[in-house]
DNA sequence: GGGCAGGTCAACCGATCGGTTGATGTGACC
DNA sequence: GGTCACATCAACCGATCGGTTGACCTGCCC
């Protein structure tokens, strides 16, 4: 099995070479620390899985990365590894094309199997993702709107309804009315609380 | 060198061995995921530099751990490792006894050179972080009070005005004299973006 | 064609917020 | 003793926000 790692931390990549390195039908083929180089990487040592952190530092995260991978003509299977576990970043990940998700926190056996399970092209999820996504399924919670996002965004910039109004082109009526939707949503009844409830299930980022 | 390792992420500890495995003055007598194993894996194998991740999973975080380690008969040097470079994980890691504070995103030679200024007792920095710290110190910025932070940490939650008051058992009106020198401390106008300049500044967290 | 969800807008109200000025008391520091 | 930072409170104003009701249009699915 040919691994290429994706992660800007030089400690993460040598931990997961040194754990790798245990396991008799891995191999590590490539490394990089951001998304440019490992496209470069990936479309030349053609590994089977990539490890890809969705943080990158600078430039494009791993979510862009992911979905320019799965774009590759090899089509390689991307395992997601990373820290965070918010349902956005999970659902941005699976929708950029991962074939699983796995958190570092997570046991090494339990990521030699999601290695093994992506390999095959089969979907790796860590328990607690797991259970976390058939939470998400069994109340599929709030759903916010794109356009609603967008509002959210504005918010926590600390805009005014008149100054999201501007901004969206709409008018203020329509802010208003939006917000109305969002604090349902939220369940919430301020636009400060809108936003920290956001932030905190990674609707949106600061 | 006698190291101990502090991270809940096995890719990590596994990393940190395999590098310093490369290093002969170096060795690990023990690691811990959490702050309880710590102390007492700490205690019993007496290591010269304890390597610290802020974030711990479950319980008492790395500054809390790294004070209990700094209160134990041997005095062990702590070298915090961690992702986050906000000022207030900075200072209150230093002022928690750490003798430096390193990122996991710096490639491994400065971590080496870290561990080894930080064994002599001396503070070790991260370009980075130091970077930074000289910033704070050129331009102190605003240096929120105590009970403004009080009053932060509320506003994040969507408190109005009279709720605050009534948490904090003051009138409305110094609530609002205190949100008046928060705007102007923050550079902001507003109580959204107020939380939202706090966040980023690491001021208060979510 | 008839829903239905999403987006847009209007008008209105009371409550809250942002900003101001001014004041008092308390510690710390020199 | 003076001064300074911090915290506390009052009264006032205009602007903004939260909440409501009702309306129209579009695109989509059945």
């Given at each position: 099995m040919r691994l290429f790692l994706v992660d800007d931390h030089p400690v993460v990549r040598a931990g997961l070479a040194a754990l790798v390195g245990g396991e008799?039908?891995?191999?590590?083929?490539?490394?990089?620390?951001?998304?440019?180089d490992a496209l470069r990487g990936i479309a030349l040592r053609r590994p089977d899985v990539v490890l890809m952190d969705l943080r990158l530092g600078d430039g494009p995260d791993?979510?862009?990365?992911?979905?320019?991978?799965?774009?590759?003509?090899?089509?390689?299977?991307v395992l997601?590894?990373?820290?965070?576990?918010t349902d956005a970043d999970i659902v941005r990940a699976i929708d950029a094309g991962a074939t699983g998700y796995v958190l570092k926190a997570c046991p090494p056996d339990e990521l030699f199997q999601a290695i093994r399970t992506a390999a095959r092209g089969e979907?790796?999820?860590?328990?607690k993702v797991a259970t976390r996504m058939l939470r998400r399924l069994r109340d599929p919670g709030p759903a916010l709107t794109a356009r609603e996002i967008e509002?959210?965004?504005?918010?926590?910039?600390?805009a005014g309804n008149k100054e999201i109004a501007r901004t969206l082109y709409i008018?203020?009526?329509?802010?208003?009315?939006?917000?109305?939707?969002?604090?349902?949503?939220?369940?919430?009844?301020?636009?400060?609380?809108?936003?920290?409830a956001a932030v905190e299930r990674g609707l949106i980022r600061l």
């Open positions: 008799p039908d891995m191999e590590i083929v490539g490394e990089a620390a951001n998304a440019a791993g979510v862009e990365a992911t979905r320019k991978v799965r774009e590759l003509p090899d089509r390689p299977q997601v590894l990373t820290t965070y576990e979907t790796a999820l860590s328990p509002i959210l965004q504005l918010l926590a910039k600390g008018t203020e009526a329509t802010v208003k009315t939006h917000l109305v939707h969002v604090y349902g949503k939220l369940g919430v009844d301020t636009r400060t609380a809108a936003v920290t």
